[in-house]
């Protein structure tokens, strides 16, 4: 029961970290966008900003990895980031230029997919090599 409460906890975490790195996200794409930056190019300067704030709430405060596990850590957090970057850019890029969709909802439904990507991998690679 223990371990349930505590991937609970850990999930209501990654969840206020994610809602808040959603906020700095979507605010950088509106701002650049509605300054006439192509959105696609908007998308990957706000997720970029985004990725490096999560990353710094990420390893302090929801996946706990130690100082000693910081450099392999970032480098792996950086490719999984970089994936979630990609997937989102397709995600945008289908449903703004192929199904003209808003660009915000576009943005939440990337965000929601990504998410789910982001929490498993990360959960996966960061908590595994903790436990080596």
Do not use: P, W
Request: hydrophobic share 50%; aromatic share 12%; proline share 0%.
């Amino acid at each position: 029961m223990k371990k349930y409460k505590e991937l609970l906890i850990q999930i209501l975490k990654f969840g206020f970290v994610g809602c808040t790195a959603f906020f700095i996200d979507a605010g950088i794409l509106l701002l650049l966008s509605n300054l006439g930056i192509n959105y696609l190019i908007a998308n990957i300067i706000s997720t970029t900003c985004s990725i490096i704030y999560n990353y710094i709430l990420s390893i302090k405060f929801v996946f706990h990895v130690t100082s000693n596990e910081n450099n392999k850590s970032f480098i792996q957090f950086v490719i999984l980031s970089i994936i979630g970057l990609a997937l989102t850019t397709l995600i945008m890029k289908i449903c703004v230029g192929g199904f003209h969709l808003n660009l915000m909802f576009s943005k939440i439904f990337a965000t929601g997919v990504v998410m789910t990507y982001n929490f498993i991998s990360r959960k996966i690679l960061l908590e595994t090599n903790k436990n080596h």
